[in-house]
């Protein structure tokens, strides 16, 4: 029996370029390097149910109902210390929707909703592959949402360098079995980070940031019942018309120019939030809330602030801007 490590599972994403709905492995997939591989999530890929029937007092066994249909998938990866920009800009198109990622990336407040359908390559998706060592194992996520996206900023973490966390979603069956594609090769040519980010502004006004997180959600959900690829029960298209939210942390030195935010809290008043270097490393939040206000006294470093936010945009105006070169 053969023995496996945790080393030899390595993840690949890719763009997908085929129908929605079509399980084909782009051309040009990456390796996306991680400390660990989590498998996909079947669970909600599943429907079980239990009839009781009289007779006895026991189920028997035809009564749990397992029926693989009409569910979605998802895989999770977290922690991933950018180093690769093409990756890094794919996951900001298929997360934003937003086609040019190696310019700027941004949400405006009147984003439409996308009607992704079957058949069809409307929308930014992508082929996620599990590469396993047992090669007939292998799993193809194909027509793949990146529903969540998370970028960290924390100079005591990986070397202030920008770290990544994700979850994709997929209204369609994955394919087990052997995928040969091959990922292209990895460049290390990211490592841009905190230590990058010589502006550091809330409201206009020079800060010292201590670390920061952005949180993009952007979720689909699956519509309809269809035979598809031979399988019962897949989605005639997606819908991508949800709530868009972008929320996260920043933490600031305590110092006149901070202090001010618990009366920008209090008043829920919106401010600006601004870090970066102006070239390769940018994020932008024009109108965002604070959602909390804490004074951060235990820190040895300093007393710091803690001040959770959600973006706000109305109609044309961005709900955030990011830079990434």
Known sequence: MATYSGKQFEAYIGLQTANLGAPTVPSTIYKLRLAQVNDIDF????QMTDVERTGQRVLRPTDHISVRAG?????????????????????????????????????????GTTAYTEGASTGEYACVVISSPDADKDRTMHSAVLQELTFSLNPTANGGRLTASGTFWSGYRPVIGTEG?????TAVDYTKG?????????????????????????PATRVGYKEVNST??????????GQVNATGNVSVKMDDNSVATVDTFLAGTSTNISLGNGATLDFDIPTAKFTGYETDTANESGVFINLPFMATADGSDALFTIKMT
């Open 43 to 46: 669970s909600a890929g599943v």
């Open 71 to 111: 569910g979605t998938y998802t895989w999770s990866f977290s922690d991933y210390v950018v180093e690769n920009e093409a990756l890094l800009q794919l996951l900001l198109q298929l997360v934003t929707e937003d086609d040019s990622p190696s310019v700027t990336t941004a949400i405006t407040g009147d984003i």
């Open 181 to 185: 594609t091959s990922p292209n090769a």
């Open 194 to 218: 905190f230590f990058h980010c010589d502006t550091q502004s809330l409201g206009g006004s020079a800060v010292l940031m201590n670390s920061f997180d952005l949180t993009i959600s952007n």
């Open 232 to 241: 019962l029960g897949e989605p005639e298209s997606y819908n991508r018309g």
